[in-house]
């Protein structure tokens, strides 16, 4: 079992940065691909970005590409992404996942948190 809790949300302008941690626990973090996903209200649950287990490996989806950068600390079992320059249309609720082989689909994923919001004004 996984246990992930997402913090650093909240309200910022168009424009600006916030950087989102996912605290894990249970089960070696450093094995687990970790991703990044975000629902804005009555929209599907969409990818963000994911790393490989050791950090070697980053993906993103295009909306983010230069954007957003995600990164992990197995030191301190810890993922990060990093937003900047956001946008209205980055406004969403953020997921931290994390399973032992998944991709860029939410189905892939085993374990999840709980959320954090993400507000971007215009």
């Known amino acids: 079992q996984v246990q992930l809790v997402e913090s650093g949300g909240g309200l910022v302008q168009a424009g600006g940065s916030l950087r989102l941690s996912c605290a894990a626990s249970?089960?070696?973090?450093?094995?687990?691909?970790m991703g990044w996903f975000r629902q804005a209200p009555g929209k599907e649950r969409d990818f963000v970005a994911r790393?490989?287990?050791?950090?070697?490996?980053?993906y993103y989806a295009d909306s983010v590409k230069g954007r957003f950068t995600i990164s992990r600390d197995n030191a301190k079992i810890t993922v990060f992404l990093q937003m900047n320059s956001l946008k209205p249309e980055d406004t969403a609720v953020y997921y931290c996942?994390?399973?032992?082989?998944?991709?860029?689909?939410?189905?892939?994923?085993?374990?999840w948190g709980q959320g954090t919001q993400v507000t971007v004004s215009s």
């Open positions: 996942a994390a399973d032992p082989s998944a991709g860029s689909y939410y189905y892939e994923y085993d374990y």
């Open positions: 249970g089960r070696t973090f450093s094995n687990y691909v």
């Open positions: 790393i490989s287990w050791g950090g070697g490996r980053t």
